[in-house]
């Protein structure tokens, strides 16, 4: 750890160095001598669980969301009894005893899981691990959102084994999914889909390219009780657009929330075309008066870029429409005021003519 002060000797607080980052240094405390141990973690986490438990009924949530929550370079979810946490700096992994002593006494959780699987890592200088840290994973664990009930995957799934941030979006869109038939491209484990099915959607398509989430999404349907009214098919999403468009299929929901198309600053121009292209195609396979969600968690990609990207998509698809939606991810995943990377999602929920 160490103490920051200015070229005049003033105290600016504390927080760890790193001279092989591209970020050197993270401050953890406005106070020069603060202790930053188990008891300086639990006494964030706390805070952090405070407003938590003021936004949700449910233990079913990001509890840490890195500098926004006062923890640098640290994520965590929430899932009941199970947390998964990732390090993602040198000076937060040096602190993992520390927080998982920390976590124990705030939590109690049953199992502490840790992620430490991320690319930002090795800028870091960092290995990659994923491995139960404290306690025993139950059996056949889940995740419980819009009604649905979703099979999580800790120690190999994607990320922390689920996506918190488009909770809202998930909501907001299976309202709209009443007696539709519904299309959710890079569906992953079906979070989008199957809360519309369970929302009442006529009959759910899920395509994703990964074989292992559409087994995980057709379990989801029948721990769900949809699986009558969901199908899911392995294929690229703009092929299986195209093959739609082609057959003349439409839907009157169609969701797109692709993966980053933009992991760097050099990405933006080739991501902008990608993220054009995919709004002509699903805007060509939604119904006329249809609902179009397309979402970018990119965060080179800003809200205003991808906003335009997405309206000349859906021009030279033929079509016009109105914004129902734009929206980043939930409460739980706040935003500092002085780190605009902390607000990368973004979400638009288009009505089309």
Known sequence: MARLVTDRGEALGCGYFNPHSLIAVRRLSDDPDRAIDAAFLAERLTAALGWRKRLFDAPYYRLVHAEADGLPG??????????????????????????????????????????????????????SEVRLAAGSVPEAPTVAEG?????????????????????????????????????????????????????????????????????IAARAAELSRVADRVTTRKADAFAALEHLIKNGETYDVVICDPPAFAKSRKDV?????????????????????????????????????????????????????????????????????????????????????
């Not at 124990?104 to 890592?121: F, W, Y």
């Not at 869109?173 to 038939?181: D, E, F, N």
């Not at 870029?305 to 995943?333: I, K, M, N, P």
């Open 74 to 127: 640290l994520v965590v979810d929430r899932f009941g009894d199970l947390v998964v946490a990732q390090a993602n700096t040198a000076g937060m992994d040096r602190l993992e005893p520390a927080l998982i002593e920390a976590l124990t006494e705030v939590l109690g959780p049953a199992a502490i899981v840790l992620r430490n699987d991320t690319s930002v890592r090795g800028l870091e200088g960092l290995a």
């Open 147 to 215: 009604g649905g009930t979703f099979p999580l995957d800790p120690l190999g799934g994607q990320k922390t084994g689920w996506f918190f941030d488009h909770r809202d979006n998930r909501a907001f869109v299976a309202r709209l999914a009443v007696g539709a038939r519904v299309l959710d491209v890079y569906s992953h484990t079906g979070g989008f889909g199957i809360q519309c099915a369970v929302a009442g959607a006529a009959q759910v398509d899920l395509i994703d390219s990964a074989a292992s989430a559409l087994k």
């Open 269 to 353: 121009g080739a991501a902008a075309r990608a993220y054009r292209k995919l709004a002509r195609l699903a805007a060509q396979v939604a119904a006329p008066g249809g609902v179009l969600l397309l979402a970018s968690c990119s965060f080179h990609m800003d809200a205003a870029s991808f906003a335009q990207q997405t309206a000349r998509g859906v021009t030279e698809a033929g079509r016009t429409a109105r914004v129902l939606r734009r929206a980043g991810a939930g409460a739980d995943h706040p935003v500092h005021p002085h780190l605009p990377e902390s607000a990368y999602l973004k979400a638009e929920v288009l009505a089309l003519d």
